[in-house]
């Protein structure tokens, strides 16, 4: 199934949203509602679900036990994706102990780092390795996803390691945009053009 990425995204989002809903004890929920709290219309939100095959929607509007489990079916791999962390600084620690356990598909199992001080010992439950064992590391564990926060300096120097360990996806949260060959799917992360951009705005509102 060809999905484009924004809808991937809205999805996830949708599933976050979902899940919120279920803690709470509801059991249905309108389109127009949960487009409301992603701030789209609800027309996009049909659209969306009708690309996956997802289509029940009732007078009571949608199941959302019923929509968890079928856009966890599109979302989710049938078996844990390991993931490894590279750069176990203040941003890779806070990374960890924010998203594991928040997916059963998803698991980091390994972080990296070329600190003595770090390398060799465990993180937040976390064993973290050498970067010199990255590559035998990554094979030996099934490691396919990599989360990238070192220092900005050094980050280009991680992509042929990355290529040579068979890693098939990266989150980069470095400030270096960077490209991988066909084959790996990469997301760019800048946190602080992120907020450059969102302060821009702020800006703007005030002086207008």
Same mark, same amino acid.
Do not use: W
């Given at each position: ?62 199941? /959302? ?5 079928? &856009?966890? @079916?599109? $979302?989710?791999?049938? +078996? ?6 590279? *750069? ?71 992509? /042929? ?5 068979? &890693?098939? @996806?990266? $989150?980069?949260?470095? +400030? ?6 066909? *084959? ?25």
């Amino acid at each position: 199934m060809n999905i484009p990425e924004k809808t991937i995204e809205r999805l996830s989002e949708y599933r976050r949203t979902l899940l919120s809903c279920h803690e709470q004890g509801i059991t249905h929920i309108f389109s127009h509602v949960l487009a409301g709290i992603h701030g789209i219309t609800a027309v996009q939100v049909r659209r969306d679900l009708m690309l996956i095959g997802f289509s029940s929607d009732t007078k009571k509007g949608y199941d /959302v036990e019923v929509l968890i489990d079928f &856009i966890s @079916g599109i $979302l989710d791999n049938r +078996s844990v994706v390991n993931i490894g962390v590279i *750069g176990m600084g203040h941003l890779g620690q806070a990374l960890t102990k924010y998203f594991n356990g928040r997916r059963s598909k998803l698991r980091i199992i390994a972080a990296f780092d070329v600190d003595p001080q770090k390398a060799g010992h465990e993180i937040d439950h976390i064993p973290c390795y050498p970067m010199e064992r990255f590559e035998e590391t990554v094979e030996q564990l099934d490691i396919k996803i990599v989360i990238l926060s070192p220092p900005t300096a050094v980050a280009s120097e991680l992509v /042929v390691p990355i290529i040579n360990a068979g &890693i098939k @996806g990266v $989150l980069n949260f470095t +400030s270096m945009p960077l490209n991988f060959p066909r *084959g790996i799917f990469v997301e760019n992360y800048d946190i602080t053009t992120l907020l450059e951009k969102v302060a821009y705005f702020v800006k703007e509102a005030e002086e207008s």
